[in-house]
């Protein structure tokens, strides 16, 4: 089946830092999604990003399908971005998460 | 209005018991999923439906028993509890081409 790589697997950054987070997966997708699971434990949906680059605030991402990754970036990291970052693929009828980034940042 | 909500939100029984997971969503979508989330953080689709039929079982125990009543509703339904259930359970739902919505989850504590 299918394989989704984070990188890097651990991150921590003091507030006003940038950073990237990226996304390997080893087949053709339907589509991308990036979620945030705060933590709370709730999963928060960042963006559907099958192809192309979008941006929201301070986050941004870009998937190259062809190349078969994503990255998000984070900018002016602040403490509330801390928690854990996936990414998710479609492939038919199932999503399948990625490894997971877990950031912190400390004020 | 919360788009795919689950309840309960915290489950602590004993081994050996039966539970039931609710999930309700109100996007319209026409696929509803299971997954779990172990202590490493790892989530793992469980079991997907659309419209009402089952689709995807992931070679879960024949202890778990998904029941779909119409395409807004999915429950779980465990039963014989073991420790290893143990796990975080998130409901979600999408359309095929369109992005997948997490409910809050429902942490399941065996004891």
């Known amino acids: 089946g299918i394989q989704v790589e984070q990188s890097p697997p651990d991150l921590i950054l003091q507030e006003g830092a940038n950073s990237t987070l990226r996304c390997n997966f080893s087949?053709?997708?339907?589509?991308l999604q990036w979620f945030h699971q705060n933590p709370w434990g709730q999963l928060i949906n960042l963006f559907y990003i099958p192809s192309g680059t979008k941006q929201n605030g301070r986050l941004s991402a870009t998937t190259v399908a062809t190349e078969r990754y994503s990255l998000l970036y984070i900018s002016s990291s602040q403490t509330t971005d801390s928690g854990v970052y996936f990414c998710?693929?479609?492939?038919?009828?199932?999503?399948?998460f990625g490894t997971g980034t877990r950031l912190q940042v400390f004020p | 209005d919360t788009a795919v909500s689950q309840t309960p939100k915290y489950l602590v029984t004993q081994m050996g018991n039966d539970k039931s997971i609710k999930c309700e969503q109100n996007?319209?979508?026409?696929?509803m999923y299971w997954y779990k989330q172990d202590s490493k953080k790892f989530l793992k689709i469980m079991f997907s439906?659309?419209?009402?039929?089952?689709?995807i079982n992931e070679t879960v125990p024949n202890r778990f028993s998904p029941k779909s009543p119409d395409k807004a509703h999915l429950n779980l339904h465990i039963n014989s509890l073991e420790l290893g259930d143990s796990a975080v359970y998130f409901c979600a739902s999408s359309s095929l081409r369109t992005e997948a919505f997490f409910g809050q989850g429902t942490r399941l504590t065996v004891v």
């Open positions: 996007l319209g979508h026409d696929t």
């Open positions: 998710a693929v479609r492939v038919t009828d199932k999503l399948i």
């Open positions: 087949d053709s997708v339907n589509n």
């Open positions: 439906y659309n419209n009402k039929e089952l689709i």
